[in-house]
């Protein structure tokens, strides 16, 4: 039972470059998030999904998409990358609504835009 | 900012001392929670307390609640040095349709033998 995995563990950016990242989850839960943590910020939520097929607005969605094809993936795509989002990107997931169960984390993705 | 403000910042005591985290919110909430960072990783659930709960434990946490003042405070009795991470506190709110988690700052514990 790995939880909550995500891929690439680091990776650097150029400016305007794109990439995915890749949240998976075995335990079969619902609901999944992606949050970015910045120094003193704690963590903010991205967009999240409440189930397959359906993505939702976060409190800071700018600049980033999100994909739930299948229940146990959940994808955050950067199309033009800026420095701004230079972070480190969490994935989670909950079995029952975030705000009301707890949520499972990722190790994390540091990515850093030049 | 609906963010939830963690007092203090930063927390630095001997192994063996207890640590006392407080978190302050400003809605009205579901559920808080308390999660753990360590450095360079991913976070972890500690405990989680409903709004009607006052008082939880867990091994050596205790968390207290007060919804009236809309704060909460962690507990880490007897310190080790495997404590030292980040802590933030979690708190659960439900809107209609939106249920969303939102984290405090964090507080950044080290505890020293």
């Known amino acids: 039972n790995a939880g909550v995995t995500q891929t690439p563990k680091f990776r650097v950016l150029k400016t305007g470059q794109s990439m995915t990242l890749l949240c998976a989850q075995d335990?079969?839960?619902?609901?999944m998030y992606w949050y970015r943590q910045d120094p003193g910020m704690g963590l903010r939520l991205i967009h999240y999904?409440?189930?397959?097929?359906?993505?939702a607005k976060g409190e800071v969605p700018d600049g980033y998409n999100v994909s739930r094809l299948k229940k146990q993936n959940f994808l955050l795509g950067l199309e033009s990358a800026a420095p701004s989002q230079t972070s480190v990107y969490f994935c989670a997931s909950s079995l029952l609504a975030g705000g009301r169960d707890t949520q499972y984390f990722g190790p994390g993705t540091r990515l850093t835009v030049l | 900012s609906q963010q939830g403000e963690e007092d203090p910042q930063a927390l630095s005591i001997q192994e063996g001392e207890n640590a006392t985290m407080n978190c302050s919110y400003k809605?009205?909430?579901?559920?808080l929670q308390w999660y753990r960072q360590n450095s360079g990783r991913g976070l972890v659930h500690l405990i989680l307390?409903?709004?009607?709960?006052r008082e939880k434990h867990s091994g050596r946490l205790r968390v207290t609640l007060d919804t009236s003042k809309k704060s909460s405070s962690l507990l880490i009795t007897a310190s080790r040095a495997a404590d030292t991470a980040s802590y933030f506190c979690a708190y659960g709110r439900v809107s209609g349709t939106a249920s969303k988690l939102t984290f405090g700052t964090g507080t950044r514990l080290q505890v020293t033998l």
């Open positions: 307390i409903r709004s009607n709960e």
């Open positions: 809605t009205s909430i579901n559920n």
């Open positions: 999904s409440v189930g397959e097929g359906t993505t």
């Open positions: 335990m079969n839960h619902e609901y």
